[in-house]
């Protein structure tokens, strides 16, 4: 049965930051340029070329995972894995209209428990890994179809 998973804050004051929270940001452009549309970067600016980037960079960002149900700590971990299935290695992170990556999840990925919560394992960053979608469904039908997430 697909269980919530706990939420960031509580991941954190769990587990501590270490595996979670304290990984940068992947960032799919070169230093320089903005995040969103790929521009060269004006003086002073970091991540993205305006405050229209900026917009639109953080909406597809913050907005995707973050909504509750442990989503944002569901994100973080994408986020450690750099949104890319750690069985076949497929890249899996969501691209803008300019054809950027940008960090989040095209919805292709799920967060596996390594050891399954039926069997005691917990929420742990250490017990989680990032799958997509046809390993996950792989693993779990190896593990003989149990019901576990
Ligand atoms: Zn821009
Ligand atoms: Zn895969």
Redesign the pocket.
Known sequence: MRRKMIGLCEATKLYGGAGITTFPRPRYVPDGF??????P?PKRRSS???N???WY?NRATNSAYGAGGGGGYRNHIMRRDNYTCQRCGTFHAWVNENGIPCPTSDGELDVHHIIPVSEGGDDNPENLITLCRDCHKEIHRRNDERDIV
Do not use: N, P, V
């Not at 903005?34 to 521009?39: A, F, L, N, R, S």
């Open positions: 903005c995040e969103w549309c790929g521009k970067l993205c070329c305006s229209e980037c900026t960079f």
